[in-house]
């Protein structure tokens, strides 16, 4: 069957599958994960599906598009629009760096004039691209950043995270693991400010993870703190993935919001071993919705294009203040 033909059949229940999953108001006590934050839905409709002969997974980020619609970014170099409400694709667009070979991308933005701010883990590096896919520029990235021998960073565990904060002058990438000689725990967080038209790099932060986890993902909030996603995989045990507030005003002090592990699994099933049937590699992140002090949160977990994991995207509530 043509792999656009299979979507379109699969796009017929997609919505309804997104209601099945739904389990009512994030209030209510079944739905709590922690005191600040509670899960209202999940969706499985896209896994292991295809749009326009494309493979829909390896999701690594999400980020809201300006008329609405969701940025998907997969690490495969494709780019989907996906409607918000059905998470059905509109679109695909290819991405690759200056040579014209894809990248392995992991952070997107989508800045205030409409263009994508993509980050690729390989060099590591942030490029601008078009709405059309056009590459347009590359921003600078300090040396010691490199993956080694060009720099201190390990391979597969550079810029996986990315975010702009309030106001557009900031922006914000997150290292996954620690560089060479620093200690295991300890991940940066490189910014750049706008000057113009183009970002030049600017103050470093230092960030602890919890024992044996990562950073994949880090979102702004509207105050100017960071939603920060830790992550971990044991093989035979499954995922861990936390959920922690931090604030670069304030050294980075963290607070946790929540284990994922403690939220109720709403019939959700796994393809191996979770210590809660709902986890998977959670990896992409972004802010919805904003209700007071609470936000909308999506989660997206990327399935590596593996029979064993699954494609999974996660509505959250999210209280940030007291």
């Given at each position: ?215 994949p993902e ?32 304030h050294a ?38 904003r209700t ?31």
């Open positions: 069957m043509p792999l656009r033909t299979h979507f379109a059949l699969l796009t017929a229940g997609l919505a309804a599958a997104t209601c099945l999953t739904a389990a009512g108001p994030a209030r209510a006590t079944s739905h709590t994960c922690s005191p600040s934050v509670s899960i209202d839905r999940f969706s499985d409709a896209l896994d292991k599906t295809a749009y326009d002969d494309t493979f829909v997974g390896n999701l690594s980020a999400l980020a809201v598009d300006r008329d609405g619609s969701l940025a998907a970014l997969s690490d495969r170099s494709s780019l989907f629009r996906l409607d918000a409400r059905t998470l059905g694709p509109r679109s695909v667009t290819p991405l690759a760096d200056e040579t014209g070979a894809a990248l392995d991308s992991e952070g997107l933005v989508v800045d205030r004039d409409g263009t994508y701010l993509v980050t690729s883990e390989t060099e590591p590096s942030v490029r601008r691209y078009s709405r059309t896919g056009r590459l347009l520029d590359r921003l600078p990235v300090p040396d010691d950043l490199r993956v080694s021998p060009a720099g201190r960073g390990q391979p597969n565990g550079t810029f996986e995270g990315l975010t702009l904060l309030p106001g557009g002058r900031t922006l914000v990438a997150s290292m996954e693991y620690a560089l060479a000689g620093d200690p295991a725990d300890t991940v940066r967080f490189q910014t750049w400010t706008r000057h113009g038209s183009h970002f030049r790099p600017a103050a470093r932060y230092t960030y602890r993870t919890d024992p044996g986890l990562g950073v880090i979102q702004a909030t509207p105050d100017g703190r960071l939603l920060v996603l830790e992550r971990g995989f044991t093989a035979g045990v499954g995922n861990t993935v936390r959920l922690y507030l931090a604030d670069p005003r980075m002090k963290k607070t946790l919001l929540t284990d994922l592990v403690t939220c109720p699994s709403l019939g959700a099933t796994a393809k191996q071993p979770q210590p809660n049937p709902l986890l998977d590699n959670i990896e992409g992140m972004t802010v919805t919705g007071g002090s609470t936000l909308k949160l999506l989660l997206v977990s990327d399935d590596n294009q593996n029979a064993a994991q699954t494609t999974r995207f996660y509505s959250l509530l999210v209280r940030t203040r007291p």
